[in-house]
């Protein structure tokens, strides 16, 4: 379908200033310029205005700032906005701090999910079209549990067998979504994906915590024995394959998207650091990998996630652009220049979450 063919679409982006949505945000102005985006999002401790910079001048670029539990909120604008489609990223997403405190992974994920299902289905039965309607339900690989070293990859079929509770609340929402397309045939498709990294990642997860901490020769704190395993994928190519769905997927199916890239927690956290040495200009501690110190495990770890994403690839056609080593070159180098992007993000409110986890 060339763009001339493509008819425009109206979109409700949740979540879109957070790290995965605002990089969806931008991936999709950029591309398809003649539509819609309105970016509904809470602004909680991981939303952040500035990662949509630039976009605000652009005619099409709309960004509210509310609740995904408003629901008088999400009426209003579905129907004033006239949407179409609604690509849902607004989630509590960090594990760690779903172990400190599961209340706002319940309410978001699972309430602020419900809440949107309904909204849309009764916005969709006050419409007359509703083929091309769309609702993508952006998930997590995490809700199928944890994988031994020899088992195969997470596939569509995987029975769900969610350990924390940001997995369990994110599964929940998954059911509901599902649920809502059987029952009611609210057009949803679900995508459930491997770890993202890559520009506007919070610093209090994985990777640009680490590229943070080498820059201020902070310790990096690796959890357990490090031998963890996560399957990296950069969030361009999320962003690329959640295009896919919503042009292309098959309504009330689950797709898995992963970069077929699994790595040990601590292969990756010596990558980032080799990567610091070569391309940072001053650097308080050299060679970086002095800084690594081994701290107590999280609770409930997930020991290995890997992705089978053969249904994507065969059916739609996506696969992953960025090797690993390219992946986190562009994303060491985005921390290298963009100082005036994280060093505000460095608050109290993240010393003090910083302190409560790592003393
Ligand atoms: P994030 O924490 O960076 O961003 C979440 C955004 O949602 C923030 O901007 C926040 O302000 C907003 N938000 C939170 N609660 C809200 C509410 N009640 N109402 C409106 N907005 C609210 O998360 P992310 O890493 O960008 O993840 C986005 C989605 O992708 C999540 O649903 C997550 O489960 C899923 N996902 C993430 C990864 C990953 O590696 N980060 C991998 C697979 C799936
Ligand atoms: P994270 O980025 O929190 O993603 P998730 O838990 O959703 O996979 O963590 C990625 C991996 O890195 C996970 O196995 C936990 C580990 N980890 C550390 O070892 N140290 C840290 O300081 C953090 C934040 C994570």
């Not at 599902?178 to 990294?197: D, E, F, G, K, L």
């Amino acid at each position: 379908m060339t763009h001339e063919e493509r008819q425009s679409r109206r979109l409700l982006v949740t979540g879109g200033a957070g790290f995965i949505g605002s990089n969806f945000t931008r991936y999709w102005c950029d591309r398809y310029p003649e539509d819609r985006v309105v970016v509904l999002d809470a602004l909680t401790y991981a939303g952040n205005l500035s990662n949509l910079e630039g976009l605000a001048d652009s005619g099409n670029f709309r960004f509210v700032r509310g609740n995904i539990c408003d629901r008088p909120l999400l009426e209003t604008l579905l129907a004033e906005e006239n949407i179409d489609t609604v690509a849902h990223f607004a989630a509590e997403s960090h594990v760690d701090r779903s172990i400190l405190g599961p209340d706002a992974f319940i309410q978001t994920n699972v309430v602020g999910t419900f809440t949107l299902l309904e909204a849309f289905r009764n916005h969709l039965a006050n419409r007359s079209e509703v083929d091309r309607c769309r609702f993508l339900h952006v998930s997590t690989d995490e809700v199928y549990g944890s994988l031994d070293p020899d088992d195969p990859p997470f596939c569509e079929t995987t029975p769900y067998a969610p350990n924390s509770p940001y997995s369990a609340s994110k599964a929940g929402s998954d059911h509901l979504a599902r649920a809502y397309y059987h029952t009611y045939q609210v057009p949803t498709v679900i995508t459930n994906c491997s770890n993202n990294y890559g520009p506007y990642h919070f610093p209090e997860k994985l990777i640009p915590l680490m590229c943070l901490n080498i820059l201020l020769g902070k310790p990096l704190p690796v959890y357990g024995d490090g031998q963890n395993v996560r399957d990296w994928l950069y969030v361009i190519d999320h962003c690329c394959a959640l295009d896919a769905v919503i042009h292309r997927g098959t309504l009330g199916e689950t797709y898995n998207i992963g970069g077929n890239n699994e790595v040990k927690n601590i292969d990756l956290v010596r990558t980032l650091c080799r990567l610091m040495d070569e391309m940072a200009a001053d650097l308080p501690v050299k060679p970086s990998e002095t800084l690594i110190t081994f701290v107590k495990d999280r609770p409930g770890h997930d020991r290995r996630y890997a992705i089978d994403s053969t249904k994507l690839q065969t059916s739609l056609g996506w696969e992953p652009s960025v090797t690993v080593e390219e992946g986190l070159r562009k994303t060491v180098q985005w921390y290298l220049n963009n100082e005036a992007w994280w060093k505000p993000l460095l608050s109290e409110e993240y010393q003090s979450y910083y302190a409560q986890m790592y003393g």
